[in-house]
């Protein structure tokens, strides 16, 4: 990697990598490197200060805070895939988690890394979005919490103010009846995903009383496929319903044609995928 | 040959060379440090066509650390053009090609400026303060429309390079009153070779002489070709190959940046490196594949085939590089395959288009012939309702036919396609996916079957040099090996094949074991420098093991007549008294008086008492020319689970029956076939260099060439039938192309089986998910879907029929 030159530092508190942001306009965060490292060593990235967020320990780790999980920014794919508080309460994280990239990218890549980096076309922008996730951001003058929805603006562009840090992910635990799955359609296991589908489903009495799905490379941000979660809940809990629900998987989403795929097949993929997770997901 | 307990031949010996590359104890080119070494950065055009209107390299020049900057006019008196070695005709187009751009560039990935600097950063930095203005040209980029009159003009000379034919036969007797007449056109998508050492060069200049280091599959060759093109004396060029990590056909050349390299070193008087990034190499290296295939093929009613008709287009890119008009030449032999014909036509004409230049690529030539007449094979028994096997076998040449010459006019000196088929059938369990497949079609399944048949063969062992002249090839195909035979009775093997990542130091080792009767152990093979090796072709066209092996096995027969002479002084008999037995020349008669070559190396060493007039040396060469290629051949089969929902494409199963001849190492040779299989399906399925409209090569990183991993395959069962070859002494045939020549064809033949009852009779290579489903629902259209946004991708309709 010839990247272009820039200063580095590697603070050992989150109030320190706050200052050293703040100071430095210029400055990027990095964590893993896993999306950064590409961006510098084509130079499509020209930081001048890369603030290292590696020495700071409190962002590690994945804690149980009641109805919640909180899951420190530093924590890695790989990390994901073995907790087992993640596995008890959010497997559809450790699921999704699972097949990003290859394993070494998911030994370093970490959650706040992929969710700050905002491609719509990475798996946990969505499975946050599907799990209702708290995105907990510490800046200058404190932090505040925000949905994912407020958090993902835009392609590769999130609502992270100069200064502010992704510190860490406080995922609601899912209670008893819930079902998930995440269903990626990715041409080779190390590709991204066309699309993919994070659904979660409750099931009662023979009937999904609700559906959480969260759309993976469906637009320019993640998305939710709220008609087809409206389609679903209080829907039998069937093969042919599921499918019947997921035909409005696409509604409202606007995806890209690119190499990999044109968006009217990435919509007719929506559809299919979403009727195939909502049935996993609902244990059908 | 096969294995047995004294012979090191047969062995599954793991590789010795491996070591020191997974420990990574070895010195690749991008290792090597000099003192002075200064680095080499390149900058190049961004644009397809263009006419370079000004450089101005005055800020470069001053950042901190560059040494110096040069753009095109700078180097423009020294740097001569890259050369092309085949010239296939008379009044081919070959274009001046200046390793650096100085007035026009015709591809994005040409060089335009050369900065040599302290460090790689520094070099990087300053490439980004050069300021060059172009004034852009249309670019060309499509082989049909750059053939139309009024196209936009690569080079001045027009964008044909050459037509070049072959007849045989009478085709128009053969298609005249032919009940079958089908009519394909097949697309080769442009493929880019990832090897996984990227290219890099070093250069040290040493007063007037000068020692290249490069990651290089052809050290010898380069050698010759450097001092052609910059006029410095052969003899005082070195090339060294070190270990080199993977070529597959993009480190057969001779390239600009090799010559850029060596002219910077000569002009500063110091040494430099460069080092391409994977980015820059995917635009700059050589690609391959990029042809479009008219084929058509004339049968009778039971499916005898009367003749062939092939008309080629192949994109040359930008510029011919040393063998790229060549390599659709390499097809053009292969198109009738394994098949008997009475008539066979085939047309090529090369064209120039704004691309990056392409050239030799694994199988070069042949993966494309064979993908062409295995596909249409499969249409020819669909047609006329037979099994795709069924239709191979009625017109394939019979074992009891050998050696036979084919209606290209090579002759095959062996075969048997009928137990490679039978041994593949059976490990495939063949009828019983047939019966599955009939079900699961029978039932409108979501998910269906489709079995793929690939009935190969090919021409390796790049060789004869006599043939090579007559297709005005400008190089011989021979090669070369010596033995040094140590006094302490250890070997050292010095050959002209150079090896980058084949394993040669393993197979030759046990070949000399058992021809010197020495440990495999006590045998060290030297190659790649052309100061120890000083005379060789190198390695492509899986000639190493049929060519220089062949050397091989001469030298050490030298070896052993030149020992038997000092055994019998030795023992104090005479030399017509000794036999070679069990490695070792005994007395006839008297086994337990006997000489090993490590003992006779030592009286040789020491010298007392030689005869007469025999020198004291056991050391040997022998450089070799078979007059004949060698002929591989096999049956691979492929299964695929098609997704019609979604286009998904799973291979199930694989198994590929090939016969090599006599095997010397069957882990090296399983090696080969499992790389070789997944570097053809990866054509199949996943690879494809994709340009935009303005030219710029859109798949330039590995997150959008998509290569597949060990995950994205399934395991193969791999078999062998072994008919050893008759045309050179280890009865070898070589297997370094032949699983990404036969697993293509093979794998689209799958998907195209599993979709023909949607009416599907192509689908375009790479067959990605969504073409294969574009496929299904161009054949087969539903009202519930959504219309497709874009033609399909070649969905053809059935041109079969009676004429």
């Given at each position: 990697?010839?990247?272009?030159?820039?200063d580095?530092?590697?603070?050992?508190s989150v109030e320190?990598?706050v200052?050293a942001?703040a100071?430095?306009?210029?400055a990027?965060?990095i964590a893993g490197?896993?999306s950064l490292?590409?961006?510098?060593?084509?130079?499509?990235a020209?930081?001048?200060?890369?603030?290292d967020?590696?020495g700071?320990?409190?962002?590690?780790g994945?804690?149980?805070?009641?109805?919640?999980?909180?899951?420190?920014?530093?924590?890695?794919?790989?990390?994901?895939?073995?907790?087992?508080?993640?596995?008890?309460h959010?497997?559809?994280?450790?699921?999704?988690a699972?097949t990003?990239?290859?394993p070494?990218?998911?030994?370093r890549?970490?959650?706040?890394?992929a969710?700050?980096h905002a491609?719509?076309?990475?798996?946990?922008?969505a499975?946050?979005?599907?799990?209702?996730?708290v995105?907990v951001?510490?800046?200058?003058g404190?932090s505040?919490?925000v949905?994912?929805?407020?958090?993902f603006?835009?392609?590769?562009t999130?609502?992270?103010?100069p200064?502010?840090?992704?510190t860490?992910?406080?995922v609601?635990?899912?209670?008893?009846?819930?079902?998930?799955?995440?269903?990626k359609?990715?041409p080779?296991?190390?590709?991204w995903?066309?699309?993919?589908?994070?659904?979660?489903a409750?099931?009662s009495?023979?009937?999904v009383?609700?559906a959480?799905?969260?759309?993976t490379?469906?637009?320019?941000?993640?998305v939710?496929?709220?008609a087809a979660?409206?389609?679903?809940?209080g829907?039998?809990?069937s093969a042919?319903a599921?499918?019947a629900a997921a035909?409005?998987?696409?509604?409202?989403?606007?995806?890209?044609s690119?190499?990999?795929?044109?968006?009217d097949?990435?919509?007719?993929l929506?559809?299919?995928?979403?009727g195939?997770?909502?049935?996993?997901?609902?244990?059908? | 040959?096969?294995?047995?307990?004294?012979?090191?031949v047969?062995?599954?010996?793991t590789?010795k060379e491996?070591?020191r590359?997974?420990?990574?104890?070895t010195?690749?080119?991008d290792?090597?440090?000099?003192p002075?070494l200064?680095?080499v950065?390149?900058?190049r055009s961004?644009h397809?066509?263009?006419r370079?209107?000004?450089?101005?390299?005055?800020a470069?020049r001053?950042a901190p650390?560059?040494i110096a900057v040069?753009?095109?006019a700078d180097?423009?008196?020294?740097q001569?053009s890259?050369?092309?070695?085949?010239p296939v005709?008379?009044?081919i187009?070959?274009p001046?090609?200046p390793?650096m751009a100085v007035?026009?560039?015709?591809y994005?990935?040409?060089?335009?400026?050369a900065?040599v600097a302290?460090?790689?950063?520094?070099a990087?930095?300053?490439l980004?303060?050069?300021?060059?203005?172009?004034?852009?040209l249309p670019?060309?980029?499509d082989?049909p429309?750059?053939?139309e009159p009024?196209s936009?003009?690569?080079?001045a000379?027009?964008?044909?390079?050459?037509?070049?034919?072959l007849?045989?036969?009478d085709?128009?007797?053969a298609?005249?009153d032919?009940?079958?007449?089908i009519?394909?056109?097949y697309?080769?998508?442009r493929?880019?070779p990832e090897?996984?050492e990227?290219?890099a060069?070093?250069?040290?200049?040493?007063?007037?002489?000068f020692?290249?280091?490069s990651s290089?599959?052809?050290?010898?060759v380069l050698?010759?070709?450097?001092a052609l093109?910059t006029g410095i004396?052969?003899?005082?060029?070195?090339v060294?190959?070190?270990?080199?990590?993977g070529?597959?056909?993009?480190?057969?050349q001779?390239?600009?940046e090799?010559v850029?390299?060596?002219?910077l070193?000569?002009?500063?008087?110091?040494p430099v490196?460069?080092?391409?990034s994977?980015?820059?190499?995917n635009?700059a290296?050589?690609?391959?594949r990029d042809q479009?295939?008219?084929?058509?093929?004339?049968?009778?009613?039971?499916?005898t085939?009367?003749?062939?008709d092939?008309?080629?287009l192949?994109?040359?890119g930008a510029?011919?590089?040393?063998?790229t008009?060549?390599?659709?030449l390499l097809g053009a032999f292969?198109f009738?395959?394994i098949?008997k014909?009475?008539?066979y036509?085939?047309?090529?004409?090369?064209?120039f288009?704004?691309?990056?230049p392409?050239?030799a690529?694994?199988?070069?030539?042949?993966?494309e012939?064979t993908y062409?007449?295995?596909h249409?094979?499969d249409?020819?028994?669909f047609?006329?309702g037979?099994?795709?096997?069924?239709?191979?076998?009625?017109?394939w040449?019979?074992?009891?036919?050998f050696?036979?010459?084919t209606i290209?006019?090579?002759?095959y000196d062996?075969?048997?396609?009928?137990?490679?088929t039978?041994l593949?059938?059976?490990?495939?369990?063949?009828e019983e996916l047939?019966?599955e497949?009939?079900?699961?079609n029978?039932a409108?399944?979501?998910v269906?079957?489709?079995?793929?048949?690939?009935t190969?063969t090919e021409?390796?062992?790049l060789?004869?040099s006599?043939v090579?002249g007559?297709?005005r090839?400008?190089?011989?195909?021979?090669?070369?090996?010596?033995i040094r035979?140590l006094?302490?009775?250890m070997?050292?093997?010095?050959t002209?094949s150079?090896?980058h990542?084949?394993?040669?130091e393993t197979?030759?080792?046990?070949?000399v074991?058992?021809e010197?009767g020495?440990?495999?152990e006590?045998v060290?093979v030297?190659?790649?420098d052309?100061?120890?090796s000083?005379?060789g072709?190198?390695?492509?066209g899986s000639?190493s093991?049929v060519?220089?092996?062949?050397?091989?096995?001469?030298?050490?027969g030298?070896?052993?007549e030149?020992?038997?002479?000092i055994a019998?002084?030795?023992?104090?008999v005479?030399?017509?008294?000794?036999?070679?037995?069990?490695g070792?020349?005994a007395?006839?008669?008297?086994p337990?008086q006997?000489?090993?070559?490590?003992e006779?190396?030592?009286a040789t060493?020491?010298?007392?008492?030689?005869?007469d007039?025999v020198e004291?040396s056991?050391d040997c060469?022998?450089?070799?020319?078979?007059d004949?290629f060698?002929?591989p051949?096999?049956?691979?089969?492929?299964a695929?689970?098609?997704?019609t929902?979604?286009?998904w494409?799973k291979?199930?199963?694989?198994?590929?029956v090939d016969?090599i001849g006599n095997?010397?190492?069957?882990?090296?040779?399983d090696g080969?076939l499992?790389g070789?299989?997944v570097?053809?399906?990866a054509?199949?399925?996943?690879?494809e260099a994709?340009?935009d409209?303005?030219?710029?090569?859109v798949?330039a990183?590995?997150a959008?060439?998509?290569?597949?991993?060990a995950a994205?395959?399934p395991?193969?069962t791999?078999a062998r039938?072994?008919?050893?070859?008759?045309?050179?002494?280890?009865?070898?045939?070589g297997?370094g192309?032949?699983?990404?020549?036969?697993?293509t064809?093979?794998?689209?033949n799958a998907?195209v089986?599993a979709?023909r009852?949607?009416?599907?009779?192509?689908v375009?290579?790479?067959c990605?998910?969504e073409r294969v489903?574009?496929a299904?629902?161009n054949a087969l259209?539903s009202?519930?879907?959504?219309p497709?946004?874009q033609?399909p991708?070649q969905?053809q309709?059935?041109?079969?029929?009676a004429?």
């Open positions: 990697m010839i990247p272009a030159s820039f580095y530092t590697r603070p050992g320190a990598a200052e942001l100071a430095d306009e210029e990027k965060v490197g896993q490292l590409p961006l510098l060593r084509l130079r499509f020209y930081p001048t200060l890369l603030v967020l590696g700071i320990s409190e962002l590690r994945v804690r149980d805070a009641g109805d919640a999980l909180e899951i420190g920014a530093l924590t890695t794919h790989y990390e994901l895939t073995r907790d087992p508080l993640i596995a008890a959010a497997g559809l994280l450790a699921q999704a699972g990003i990239a290859d070494a990218v998911r030994h890549g970490t959650i706040g890394g969710l700050s491609d719509p076309a990475g798996d946990l922008p499975v946050v979005t599907a799990l209702e996730a995105l951001v510490t800046g200058p404190g505040r919490e949905s994912p929805a407020g958090f603006a835009d392609y590769l999130t609502t992270l103010a200064g502010e840090i992704l860490s992910v406080r609601p635990k899912l209670g008893d009846g819930w079902g998930y799955h995440y269903e359609f990715h080779t296991a190390q590709a995903a066309i699309v993919g589908v994070a659904a979660l409750r099931r009495n023979g009937h009383a609700e959480r799905i969260g759309l490379n469906m637009g320019s941000t993640p939710r496929a709220g979660e409206a389609a679903a809940a829907a039998e809990a042919a599921m499918r035909q409005r998987a696409d509604e409202g989403t606007s995806p890209p690119d190499l990999r795929a044109a968006a097949y990435r919509r007719h929506a559809r299919v995928l979403t195939r997770a909502l049935a996993r997901a609902a244990g059908i | 040959m096969t294995a047995t307990a004294d012979h090191e047969g062995r599954a010996r590789r491996d070591a590359l997974v420990t990574g104890q010195s690749w080119t290792n090597i440090m000099l002075g200064a680095q950065a390149f900058l961004p397809a066509h263009a370079i209107t000004s450089v101005n390299l005055d470069a001053t650390g560059v040069f753009a095109g180097v423009a008196a020294e001569g890259l050369p092309c070695a085949w005709t008379e009044d187009v070959i001046n090609h390793p007035e026009t560039v015709r994005a990935g040409e060089i335009v400026a900065v302290r460090d790689r950063y520094a990087a930095d300053a980004e303060l050069i300021d060059v203005e172009y004034e852009p670019p060309v980029l082989m429309a750059a053939l009024g936009p003009k690569v080079h000379e027009g964008n044909k390079s050459y037509t070049w034919s007849a045989n036969g085709l128009d007797a298609f005249a032919a009940p079958v007449v009519e394909r056109t697309r080769q998508q493929l880019i090897a996984m990227p290219r060069v070093v250069v040290a200049p040493v007063a007037d002489e020692t290249m280091w290089t599959q052809i050290p010898h050698k010759v070709m450097l093109v004396p052969e003899h005082k060029l070195r060294i190959a070190p270990d080199v990590g070529g597959f056909g993009s480190k057969l001779v390239t600009a090799e850029l390299a060596l002219i070193a000569r002009r500063l008087g110091r490196k460069w080092t391409e994977r980015t820059e190499g635009a290296v050589h690609h391959g479009i295939q008219k084929i058509r093929i004339a049968a009778d009613a039971d499916g085939l009367r003749g062939l092939v008309d080629l192949a994109d040359m510029y011919l590089m040393i063998v008009p060549g390599v659709p292969m009738n395959a098949y014909m009475a008539a036509r085939f047309n090529c004409t090369g064209v288009t704004t691309k990056t392409t050239d690529y694994r199988g070069a030539g042949r993966p012939a062409a007449i295995e249409i094979m249409d020819l028994a047609h006329l037979l099994d795709p096997l069924e239709v191979r076998e009625r017109n040449i019979k074992h009891e036919e050696p036979y010459t290209s006019g090579l002759t062996t075969g048997n396609y009928e137990a490679a039978a593949a059938k059976d490990l495939f369990q063949y047939r019966k497949q009939s079900e699961r029978a409108s399944a979501q269906r079957l489709g079995l793929g048949v690939s190969y021409m390796c062992g060789a004869p006599r090579l007559s297709l090839y400008a190089a011989g195909g021979w090669e070369h090996a010596a035979m006094p302490t009775g070997v050292e093997v010095i002209g150079s090896a990542g084949q394993g040669h197979a030759w080792s046990q070949i074991a058992d010197l020495v440990p495999f006590d060290r030297l190659h790649g052309t100061a120890i000083h005379k072709m190198d390695t492509y000639r093991l060519v220089g092996g062949t050397a091989l096995v001469s030298a050490c030298k070896v052993r030149k020992a038997r002479v019998a002084a030795m023992m104090e005479a030399p017509t008294d000794l036999e070679w037995a069990d070792r020349w007395v006839r008669g008297d337990d006997g000489k090993t070559i490590g006779i190396a030592f060493f020491a010298a007392h008492d030689l005869p007039g004291p056991l060469d022998a450089t070799i020319d078979p004949n060698s002929y051949h096999g049956t691979h089969l492929c695929v689970e098609v997704d929902e979604t286009g494409v291979i199930r199963s694989y198994v590929a016969d095997v010397i190492n069957p882990l090296i040779v080969q499992h070789g299989i570097q053809g399906i054509q199949a399925l996943f690879e994709a340009y409209d303005s030219g710029n090569l798949t990183s590995l959008d060439y998509l290569i597949p991993s994205d395959v395991s193969f791999l039938t072994q008919t050893p070859s008759t045309l050179n002494p280890l009865g070898v045939k297997v192309e032949a699983g990404t020549i036969a697993s064809p093979a794998v689209v998907i089986d979709l009852p949607f009416g599907v009779t192509d375009a290579m790479p990605t998910p489903w574009r299904i629902n259209p009202p519930g879907e959504t497709p946004l033609p991708a969905n309709v059935d041109g079969g029929g004429a």
